[in-house]
């Protein structure tokens, strides 16, 4: 198994910044990609920012230019850090890692437990 622990969320101000981050542990081979997605009420998860193993990066059109995800690979770790923060960028912001873990050939998803983002007008 997987675990991943989030750090990170909190209140801020419109304009504010904040880095959450997700460590990734247990049974794993390698980690295809890492990467967030955000809820908010009424709404379905939307992808914010992923990377791949390689380091190719992809951001939902709405934090382009706000929005840097990275990874550190020794530390099974992916950054988010949020600049300019928008009240619209508020919700429950999800870690997920696509992995091989020891003895499965399958790609398997893992999720985070969610740290909330609220940034106040």
């Known amino acids: 198994q997987v675990q991943l622990v989030e750090s990170g969320g909190g209140l801020v101000q419109d304009g504010g910044s904040l880095r959450l981050s997700c460590a990734a542990s247990?049974?794993?081979?390698?980690?295809?990609?890492m990467g967030w997605y955000r809820q908010t009420p009424g709404k379905q998860r939307e992808l914010v920012a992923v990377?791949?193993?390689?380091?190719?990066?992809n951001y939902a059109d709405s934090v382009k230019d706000r929005f840097t995800t990275s990874r550190d690979n020794a530390k099974n770790t992916v950054y988010l850090q949020m600049n300019s923060l928008k009240p619209e960028d508020t919700g429950v912001y999800y870690c997920?890692?696509?992995?091989?873990?020891?003895?499965?050939?399958?790609?398997?998803?893992?999720w985070g437990q969610g740290t909330q983002v609220t940034v106040s007008s």
């Open positions: 997920n890692v696509k992995v091989w873990t020891a003895g499965d050939s399958r790609l398997n998803n893992y």
């Open positions: 247990g049974s794993i081979f390698s980690i295809h990609a």
């Open positions: 990377v791949t193993s390689g380091g190719t990066t």
